[in-house]
T-cell receptor, first 113, second 112 residues
Framework: DAGITQSPRYKITETGRQVTLMCHQT?????MFWYRQDLGHGLRLIYY???????DKGEVPDGYVVSRSKTENFPLTLESATRSQTSVYFC????????????FGEGSWLTVV | QKEVEQDPGPLSVPEGAIVSLNCTYSNSAFQYFMWYRQYSRKGPELLMY????GNKEDGRFTAQVDKSSKYISLFIRDSQPSDSATYLC????????????FGTGTRLTVIP
């Protein structure tokens, strides 16, 4: 049971470059989420998706783009990376529109220099 | 003011101690409460899930919710070195909420 797989796990990129973080889940969960985790802020929601082709903004969406053409994939793109986007990014999923338990991936450590 | 406040620690205790981790919140609409455990370089994993006020016990772990005080706690009995991790509280006002409100996490070290 692979669950949620994120790639890359670690990435260093330069300011202004485009970066895509991949997320793949094998559970066929309808909901998927992207969070970022920063010291002093905890986990903050960037974007979420209720189903394929349905996405919506979370608390901190600026500078990020998402897509969801297939249920199992939910990539997060930083169109022009900035140093403030240095963070740990977690993809997560949830089975349906009831319940609150979400399941996290292992995280992607991104450093923007 | 943040929706959820959590003392970041760090907290160090000897093996076998009882650990108390706490969160306070400001939104009286919150009624679903969760505790996640996060090991270093890993994603958070759900530890406890409670609804409304009261206690819930699972092995060495007890989650307690006091909605009148807007205060939740996680107690760990007979703490083990394997309990060393960061503990995050999370909460929401409704089931199926699209966003959970997380605390910043408390880092716990259990010393053998």
């Amino acid at each position: 049971d692979a669950g949620i797989t994120q790639s890359p796990r670690y990435k260093i990129t330069e300011t202004g470059r485009q970066v895509t973080l991949m997320c793949h889940q094998t559970w066929s969960h309808s909901y998927m989420f992207w969070y970022r985790q920063d010291l002093g802020h905890g986990l903050r929601l960037i974007y979420y998706s209720a189903a394929a082709d349905i996405t919506d903004k979370g608390e901190v969406p600026d500078g990020y783009v998402v897509s969801r053409s297939k249920t199992e994939n939910f990539p997060l793109t930083l169109e022009s990376a900035t140093r403030s986007q240095t963070s740990v990014y977690f993809c997560a999923s949830r089975p349906g529109n009831s319940g609150n338990t979400i399941y996290f991936g292992e995280g992607s450590w991104l450093t923007v220099v | 003011q943040k929706e959820v406040e959590q003392d970041p620690g760090p907290l160090s205790v000897p093996e076998g101690a009882i650990v108390s981790l706490n969160c306070t919140y400001s939104n009286s609409a919150f009624q679903y409460f969760m505790w996640y455990r996060q090991y270093s370089r890993k994603g958070p994993e759900l530890l406890m899930y409670t609804y409304s006020s009261g206690n819930k016990e699972d092995g060495r772990f007890t989650a307690q919710v006091d909605k009148s005080s807007k205060y939740i706690s996680l107690f760990i009995r007979d703490s083990q070195p394997s309990d060393s991790a960061t503990y995050l509280c999370a909460m929401s006002a409704s089931t199926g909420a699209n966003n959970l409100f997380f605390g910043t996490g408390t880092r716990l070290t259990v010393i053998p």
